[in-house]
């Protein structure tokens, strides 16, 4: 895997030269050489770029998370290779006969962490409703049976940005919507890049369940690494960028910037989101193909790096 975070925000044309990703900068006719496999994520932040077929494959076969930005800034595509594990079939086979025991064991878990995160995320800040979010953790039921994950979220999101009026939606433009839309794209992309090499279908999920949706593992996977990437947000938007209105390269290079922040703490060590990430899918499949969700390893939030980074 791969190190480094390519942010292209400039019209420019990718091809390939050797082991190379080439980039040809129409604005000033400059030309860039990235190693294909230092490439961990690469983010087309414009449409004004022409690239190659052979880039596209060689993306995919490196299994380098991609993720395009339509013309309007929001995400609008993401590339994952056509399943290239070796073990597929079985993996597959074990994916589709999960029992609901499993399936149902495994959602009540990942609620519990994503609520548990979203506690720590108002402690860390200070805020009240910590308390009443754990005590949404102790009653969550297996498959979630009395929604507690929504009930949880209307505390957490009216606490967390202390606006009465505010509502978590996708399609709202105001800067705190857009800027975790955004963030939550780059976490989705490099959830699907894991769940791909994995050899798991990312269209059969656990929980998420829509005939629109081709990822809707990966939808479930990333809930316990969404209040991270809100905490994020919150902490830019308060120290970095307060008053700010429009999602700006500045602050897009900022939300990319989170994949190799060391803000993870998962099996009992400090990670980088992106490592984390990786580590949380592969365990996940280890416990799909035991049977036995106490494979599982859930994320926590580092606090001492957001201490360090913004106070």
Request: aromatic share 12%; glycine share 4%; proline share 3%.
């Amino acid at each position: 895997m791969g190190f480094k975070i390519v942010h292209l925000t400039r019209p420019c044309k990718i091809s390939i030269q050797a082991t190379n990703m080439l980039l040809h900068f129409y604005d000033d006719e400059s030309e860039v050489k990235v190693t294909l496999r230092d490439v961990d994520f690469i983010l087309f932040d414009n449409t004004q770029f022409t690239i190659t077929g052979k880039t596209l494959q060689l993306l995919a076969k490196h299994n380098i998370a991609t993720l395009f930005i339509d013309e309007t800034f929001h995400p609008s595509a993401i590339l994952t290779p056509y399943h290239q594990h070796s073990t597929m079939s079985e993996v597959a086979y074990a994916q589709v006969n999960l029992p609901y025991e499993f399936k149902s064991n495994v959602w009540r878990q990942i609620v519990v962490a994503k609520i548990t995160n979203q506690a720590d995320v108002l402690s860390f800040l200070k805020i009240e409703g910590s308390e009443q979010l754990q005590e949404f953790v102790l009653k969550v039921e297996s498959y979630d049976a009395n929604q507690d994950e929504a009930q949880a979220a209307r505390l957490y999101w009216k606490a967390l940005f202390r606006m009465q009026t505010f509502r978590r939606e996708q399609g709202s433009e105001d800067i705190v919507n857009v800027m975790l839309n955004y963030i939550y794209s780059i976490i989705r992309a490099c959830v699907a890049r894991e769940v791909s090499a994995s050899g798991m279908l990312p269209v059969f999920g656990i929980w998420h369940k829509n005939r629109y949706n081709a990822f809707a593992l990966v939808d479930d996977l990333m809930e316990p690494f969404r209040p991270v990437c809100d905490l994020y947000v919150k902490l830019l938007l308060n120290n970095k960028y307060y008053g700010a209105n429009n999602l700006t390269i500045n602050i897009k290079r900022d939300l990319v910037g989170v994949l190799n922040s060391e803000c993870i703490i998962i099996n009992g060590g400090v990670s980088t989101l992106i490592t984390a990430i990786g580590l949380f899918v592969r365990e996940y499949k280890k416990a799909m193909m035991q049977g036995d969700v106490k494979c599982l390893v859930f994320p926590s939030i580092n606090h001492t790096k957001f201490r360090d980074e913004f106070f």
